[in-house]
């Protein structure tokens, strides 16, 4: 395989275009780096491509070292033939050089291996070769009698000679493929309920008597059956006709007119029955499980990217509000840095129910640190405590807004290591109050402190391989961090270990040298912190951010290799540093087109990308990507579910998008779920092709179920209309 031709095929890029990035991804470059500032040299491909491109990469490459072992491996037995070297060269997965390799692998004790070792091969040999016409097979059986190697009578050599020929069918590569094939296109896939008496087999009961074709299951599905397998309360199988299954095998093998023929059918049945069959269906349930997986980590990582990226909301003073019942509502102000002002605990809810007493407490905190919005978690008593303080938010006619944030992962953080250090006088609960004020400041400041995992956006993650899922959930927290940016004067050690080129123990080391050294000046005052040198230093510096540098380039995203042609392109054009700092740019595109943009590159000596990417840099200096999404809708006022009705329109968030819909937000402590069906007029393959997380959406409801706490909601224009 032409490893390079391939990877270059499959993403439809120019040969010069795969050629440097597999050049760039071997040299140690960062995918965040590459995405930003060798633009020219990708053909201006994304992030989100380029890990795409490195996991295909890593991929053919293991293909290729898997190839040559498996070749070497058969050499050494001197069984490696022209015909083999061909199909290796031209296998395409990871199973098909498996399935190659299969009759030349060590094999454990068989019923195979048992009757060779008898000395029946010449005789499995002699039946499959079908050649003898006439006779009588017991005669021919007689020959291979062996009492010393265990061979009695002439029963035992035919089944001994069969037991060889079955297990030569089933390692059979070719078949293997065409049965595979078969699978994939006209199985079927069942499951039966277990331990039906039992409460929790409940969740499963439309998973009894089920049966779909492998070809139509969605990947939702699959992860259902798979736990309620692991669970204990499925049987699943796949399967196709065990006769056509076994047709297909004896019409690779099976000759007519020879005394043998007859044989050389039942070891070809039993070969596919006893050991293509199970081993085939274990491969489809585990392709199945894996592009499953895919599917399910893919959403983890569509959810993911958007609530990562939610808008901040800039320059409040907020309230943190942890609801709870018995133990009280720990509450905790911080100031529009996200510097904790103030905290403590009211007690509004069951069973203490001092309403009063809590709301004079938080009128109080407003009065004194001038509170302008309050966060309130979604947990236990979320409810009760949305109630109160939308009845208390009347009072201050618009000044006061509030919001309810998913506080998914905040108790993993509040428990965590890195909450203790961060706040070692609060207990658990004082630190989640904390965490739920600063989520809604800066979502993504805050979100990078905590466990993707636990941040409570996908399905079935817990099924996830973890380590890819991890892997692929880091890669979308590394992608955000350096869109964004971070403020290399104010970012936590979690924020700027996802910087292009900083791992933990450099984090760590920035840090430690601002709190000796005092804030950073410049970004070349990067090159003095412990350990981080011009490599870490080329792929991180873009993406630092220094808030009133003396030089304004350092709070862009300009990477400090262009700014001599950065600085060239002002001077050519006559403007200033202040012409920068005060936006007076306004012209600077028209005077590039007007001047023409090739001789503008020559003369400043930058890629044609890079220049697009310093205008935009120049014209808003120290812009954050996020200021241009729109921003979190804060509540007045609140709804309970038994307030809805069927048609009523109502505003919401998108809390969560999975395979079969999304889950909205619409304010009444129980998310609604737009099924797949209701989300557009138009046919929709995917519900993540109209939304994302944090989307503000009208919604219509269709169905309120108050005792199932269930409720229906559509997105068409018309929801009466059906197709």
Request: hydrophobic share 40%.
């Amino acid at each position: 395989m032409d490893l390079l031709k391939t990877i270059t095929a499959e993403f439809n890029l120019k040969e010069e275009h795969a050629t440097n990035i597999v050049a760039l991804l071997d040299e140690g470059n960062t995918i965040p780096f590459i995405a930003r500032y060798r633009k020219e040299l990708t053909g201006h491909i994304d992030d989100q491509v380029l890990r795409e491109f490195a996991d295909r990469l890593t991929y053919l490459r293991n293909l290729e070292t898997r190839k040559a072992e498996v070749s070497r491996i058969i050499e050494e037995q001197g069984k490696l033939t022209e015909e083999i070297t061909e199909a290796l060269s031209k296998a395409v997965t990871l199973t098909e050089v498996e399935d190659i390799y299969r009759p030349y692998k060590q094999k454990k004790k068989t019923r195979a291996t048992v009757a060779m070792a008898k000395g029946l091969t010449p005789f499995a040999e002699l039946i499959l070769a079908q050649e003898v016409k006439e006779g009588n097979v017991s005669d021919f059986a007689k020959e291979y009698i062996n009492e010393e190697l265990g061979v009695n009578n002439e029963k035992e050599a035919i089944q001994g000679a069969l037991d060889i020929i079955a297990e030569w069918v089933s390692d059979n590569a070719d078949l293997r493929k065409k049965l595979r094939n078969i699978y994939m296109r006209t199985g079927e896939i069942s499951s039966k309920l277990l331990k039906k008496e039992e409460d929790e087999a409940k969740v499963y009961e439309m998973y009894d008597d089920y049966s779909e074709p492998v070809s139509e299951i969605k990947s939702h599905r699959i992860l259902a059956l798979n736990r309620g397998e692991k669970e204990g309360y499925l049987r699943v199988k796949v399967a196709i006709d065990k006769d056509f299954g076994g047709r297909v095998c004896m019409a690779a093998y099976v000759k007519a007119g020879s005394i043998f023929t007859s044989l050389v059918e039942e070891a070809a049945q039993d070969g596919y029955e006893r050991l293509i069959a199970p081993s085939i269906e274990r491969e489809i349930r585990s392709t199945l499980t894996e592009s499953a997986n895919e599917q399910a980590i893919k959403m983890f990582e569509v959810n993911l990217r958007p609530l990562l990226m939610q808008p901040p909301m800039r320059d409040k003073v907020t309230l943190g509000w942890d609801p709870a019942f018995r133990t009280g509502c720990k509450l905790a102000v911080v100031d529009e840095t996200g510097k904790v002002l103030d905290k403590t605990v009211i007690y509004p809810t069951q069973p203490q129910n001092k309403v009063e007493e809590g709301k004079a407490v938080v009128r109080k905190l407003i009065a004194k640190h001038g509170v302008q919005v309050i966060s309130i978690g979604n947990g236990t008593a979320s409810k009760e405590s949305e109630i109160i303080v939308a009845d208390l938010v009347k009072e201050y006619s618009g000044k006061v807004g509030y919001m309810v944030v998913s506080e998914a992962g905040a108790s993993v953080y509040s428990a965590s290591k890195l909450g203790a250090e961060e706040f070692p006088d609060y207990d658990v609960s004082e630190r989640s109050a904390v965490s739920i004020a600063r989520r809604l400041q800066d979502p993504l400041a805050e979100l990078i402190k905590i466990d993707p995992k636990s941040i409570g956006v996908g399905q079935y993650q817990h099924d996830m391989p973890e380590n890819r899922l991890d892997s692929v959930l880091k890669g979308v927290m590394e992608d955000c961090v350096n869109k964004v940016g971070a403020d290399l004067n104010t970012a936590s050690v979690q924020l700027l270990s996802y910087v292009a080129g900083i791992n933990s123990s450099i984090a760590k080391n920035i840090v430690a040298y601002r709190e000796e050294h005092g804030k950073f000046k410049t970004r070349k005052e990067l090159l003095k912190v412990s350990k981080l040198g011009e490599k870490a230093f080329t792929q991180c510096a873009g993406f630092m951010r220094i808030p009133g540098a003396k030089n304004i380039l350092d709070n862009t995203g300009v990477h400090p290799e262009s700014y001599e042609g950065t600085k060239k392109l002002l001077q050519l054009f006559g403007y200033s540093d202040d012409d920068v700092k005060n936006g007076n740019l306004s012209d600077l595109k028209n005077k590039i087109s007007t001047f023409g943009v090739k001789k503008v590159c020559e003369f400043t000596e930058l890629g044609e990308a890079t220049l697009n990417d310093i205008v935009n840099e120049l014209l808003k200096p120290g812009r954050d990507v996020r200021d241009a999404l729109p921003k979190p809708m804060l509540r007045t006022d609140v709804m309970d579910i038994a307030d809805l009705l069927p048609g009523m329109k109502i505003k919401g968030t998108v809390r969560n998008v999975i395979d079969f819909g999304a889950f909205i937000d619409i304010g009444v402590h129980q998310d609604g779920l737009v099924h797949i069906s209701e989300i557009s007029d138009r046919y929709v393959r995917h519900p993540s092709e109209v939304l994302k997380v944090g989307d503000v959406v009208e919604a219509t409801v269709i169905s309120v179920d108050v005792r199932k706490k269930r409720i229906g909601l559509s997105l068409k224009s018309n929801p009466a209309l059906k197709k």
